[in-house]
């Protein structure tokens, strides 16, 4: 099975601030990596996928880049909206798998 | 645009099963693209994919390993819904319950049904 390790855990940062998650994949998975976004509550919400790839509808301060096993979600000037925590997935096999989840809090 | 709606007890008891159907709505659980899934996330295990449902000219289910030997995926077609059974429960299985759609052309998860959170208590 396919392991997705999520880092950091969670981050503290301000608006405007430059946030980046990092996941590794304990495999190779090419591009197959999906970001999810979710709030206290709801479903998490597909913001980035196949790796780079933004959702309609998602704001272009989030972009995801791969680099071998490592996959990175980086928001450029976060924003109040963005306090929530995100979910690395491969879909590349399954049985599919998520991070652990990263938590981005208000400094 | 398709959307799921999730029906099913809130409490269950330990050593009983857990039982959640998921109803379709815009889609087919017959798609020949879709496959429908149940997740479950609880704060102490994150998200859990638990396992699928779909057709390919015949149905097919997977699981995964770690409860494979307790659950049971089944699509009604005559309802256009699919459902969840997990067998000998414990409170370690207590979380919030997801029904997933996923689409072989887009490779991601969605949509998702409202959640259910699922106690396991006595």
């Known amino acids: 099975d396919i392991q997705m390790t999520q880092s950091p855990y969670s981050l503290s940062a301000s608006v405007g601030d430059r946030v980046t998650i990092t996941c590794r994949a304990s495999?190779?998975?090419?591009?197959?990596v999906n970001w999810y976004q979710q709030k206290p509550g709801k479903v998490p919400k597909l913001l980035i996928y196949?790796?780079?790839s933004l959702q309609s509808g998602a704001p272009s301060r989030f972009s995801g880049s791969a680099s071998g096993a490592d996959f990175t979600l980086a928001i450029s000037g976060l924003q109040p909206d963005d306090f929530a925590t995100y979910y690395c997935?491969?879909?590349?096999?399954?049985?599919?798998?998520f991070g652990q989840g990263t938590k981005v809090e208000m400094k | 645009q398709v959307q799921l709606q999730q029906s099913g007890p809130g409490l269950v008891k330990p050593s009983q099963t857990l039982s959640l159907t998921c109803a379709i709505f815009?889609?087919?659980?017959?798609?020949?693209?879709?496959?429908w899934n149940w997740i479950r996330q609880s704060p102490s295990r994150g998200l859990e994919w638990l396992g699928r449902?779909?057709?390919?000219?015949?149905?097919?289910?997977e699981y995964a390993e770690f409860v494979r030997s307790r659950i049971t995926i089944n699509p009604d077609t005559s309802k256009n819904q699919f459902t969840l059974q997990l067998r000998s429960v414990t409170p370690e299985d207590t979380a919030v319950y997801y029904c997933?759609?996923?689409?072989?052309?887009?490779?991601?998860?969605?949509?998702w049904g409202q959640g259910t959170l699922v106690t396991v208590s006595s």
């Open positions: 997933v759609g996923y689409d072989s052309s887009t490779d991601w998860f969605d949509p």
């Open positions: 815009g889609d087919t659980v017959s798609s020949n693209t879709a496959a």
């Open positions: 449902t779909y057709y390919r000219s015949k149905w097919f289910n």
């Open positions: 495999q190779n998975i090419k591009k197959y």
């Open positions: 196949a790796a780079s």
């Open positions: 997935q491969q879909s590349y096999s399954a049985p599919y798998s």
